[in-house]
């Protein structure tokens, strides 16, 4: 208790002066909420002019994502029962188009999108819960409850797939393998994949009959249930594309901490268990939603740290707070909670997109300050080493005040990193990437000149090539030893 609250004192009274280095690896995500059309579309599409909008609307969207920095963009493409692509399984969303088919695909829209801009795009899932009892009636015959009724359950006004019904884990894996066959998206990243808030009233002690036997106890099924979920559909992306990454955004909070009192927690509340997904190796990384502040936010952030591996945590930041109806924070509070992710070395995630959008002080320190060079996601614990080809032909021409480098593609390269200095060059200093380019780029142009240039080839996995280097200070061509991002503390 005395070490946690020494923590959260001393952060406090840090002020906003102390400021890590910029890491070469961080994650920097996003976000991007379509339910109730809060982030994106601003409204649904009846008309073809109405789709050209949003089409409009998702791009620009994505540019400013790309100039304030963000690497990462979790876009909602199933809400509760609806989906924003073509499906088997489930109908259109309404809010996009009132349950039609719009005429174009937004996840393949968003996924080419965020490629052009060498960010990664993972489809975020809502995984259990498939609507209030006014969307199941909208939906009417196409809803899931509707198809499915013996899997469902119903709380409080809402439906859910019951985790308990096995039937339901494999309906989960049918949508989880259609996205992933069809799309070229970089992650899956599930919500509300855990029982209801109000779980001890969930109305699964059938299910608990039938499917129960041997478990030690309801809580403990229950937790069991999640963790099955969590595994065949982790099993299911590698067996489609192992470079896919599996993800979740769990409760802020894993457990109840000594000195603090019960509160709403994974394991204590809706049996969720990510920090057993994460060492059994059923999960690439997570997002915890700490939509907290002070002692009920720094504790929870450093037992995180402390006992996950590294690179696979990335905060959950509430920037929603900062609005006056939902709490009303001031902004120092959203910056040192941002800042202090960095000193114990977790990455960032912003919920929501609106919100950080509609705070322009926060995306203005964002870009000056604390995102002022990129960063690359970090590579997954247990991705396979695999040798990445140096890009070669690197050819630097400087012209009026300006400098183009230029070079040949690499196969399998998903992203190429161009580094710049008038020092010595330094691939593991994060202050020397001058940008992150998609796979499709072989050319780049920036203000002035440096002394120094290379670039390196990064594949799916997050592996990297030797530099190409031109006329670096003590770096050889071809004798530059390969460094892969270490994931030990």
Not at 416 to 445: C, H, N
Request: glycine share 6%; with cysteine.
């Amino acid at each position: 208790m005395k070490k946690r609250l020494l923590l959260f004192f001393s952060v406090c009274f840090a002020g906003l002066t102390l400021l890590a280095s910029s890491p070469k690896y961080e994650m920097r995500a996003v976000w991007l909420t379509t339910n109730w059309g809060l982030d994106w579309p601003s409204r649904p599409m009846h008309t073809p002019v109405n789709a050209r909008r949003q089409q409009q609307e998702l791009v620009e969207i994505l540019d400013r994502l790309q100039a304030l920095g963000i690497n990462t963009v979790f876009f909602q493409a199933r809400i509760r029962g609806e989906v924003f692509y073509p499906s088997q399984y489930e109908p259109w969303a309404a809010v996009l188009s009132g349950g039609r088919n719009p005429g174009y695909d937004p996840l393949a829209l968003i996924v080419d999108e965020c490629h052009k801009r060498a960010m990664e795009c993972h489809a975020w899932l809502v995984t259990f819960p498939v609507g209030s009892n006014r969307q199941v009636k909208r939906q009417g015959s196409r809803s899931v409850v509707a198809r499915h009724r013996s899997w469902c359950k119903q709380l409080a006004g809402e439906w859910y797939l019951d985790p308990g019904n096995p039937e339901v884990r494999d309906y989960l894996v049918g949508v989880v393998d259609e996205i992933v066959t069809k799309y070229d998206v970089d992650g899956i990243h599930l919500d509300y994949v855990r029982y209801p808030d109000d779980a001890r009233r969930f109305p699964d002690a059938d299910s608990y009959r039938k499917w129960g036997r041997g478990a030690s106890s309801l809580m403990n099924w229950r937790e069991d249930n999640i963790t099955a979920t969590v595994s065949v559909i982790y099993d299911k992306v590698k067996q489609l594309k192992p470079w896919v990454k599996v993800s979740s955004s769990p409760l802020g909070r894993y457990a109840s901490l000594p000195g603090f009192p019960a509160w709403w927690s994974c394991r204590e509340a809706v049996h969720q268990d990510p920090k057993r997904w994460l060492q059994e190796g059923k999960h690439d990384f997570i997002a915890p939603m700490m939509y907290f502040k002070e002692e009920n936010y720094f504790p929870f952030l450093h037992d995180w740290a402390e006992s996950c591996p590294a690179g696979s945590v990335a905060s959950g930041i509430g920037v929603y707070r900062l609005d006056r109806e939902n709490g009303n924070w001031s902004l120092d509070e959203i910056k040192r909670q941002i800042e202090t992710t960095r000193q114990v070395g977790v990455g960032q995630a912003y919920f929501r997109y609106g919100n950080l959008h509609r705070h322009t002080a926060l995306e203005q320190w964002l870009t000056a300050w604390f995102y002022r060079y990129p960063a690359l996601t970090p590579r997954p614990v247990g991705a396979p080493a695999q040798t990445v080809a140096v890009p070669e032909g690197l050819r630097v021409e400087t012209m009026a005040g300006s400098t183009r480098l230029s070079w040949q593609p690499v196969d399998g390269a998903f992203t190429y990193v161009v580094y710049v200095t008038d020092d010595s060059l330094q691939v593991e200093a994060g202050e020397q990437i001058a940008v992150v380019l998609p796979r499709t780029a072989s050319e780049w142009m920036l203000p002035g000149s440096y002394r120094c240039y290379a670039v390196v080839a990064r594949d799916r996995y997050g592996n990297e090539s030797a530099p190409a280097v031109w006329r670096c200070p003590t770096v050889e061509p071809g004798k530059y030893e390969i460094k892969l991002y270490s994931h030990k503390k």
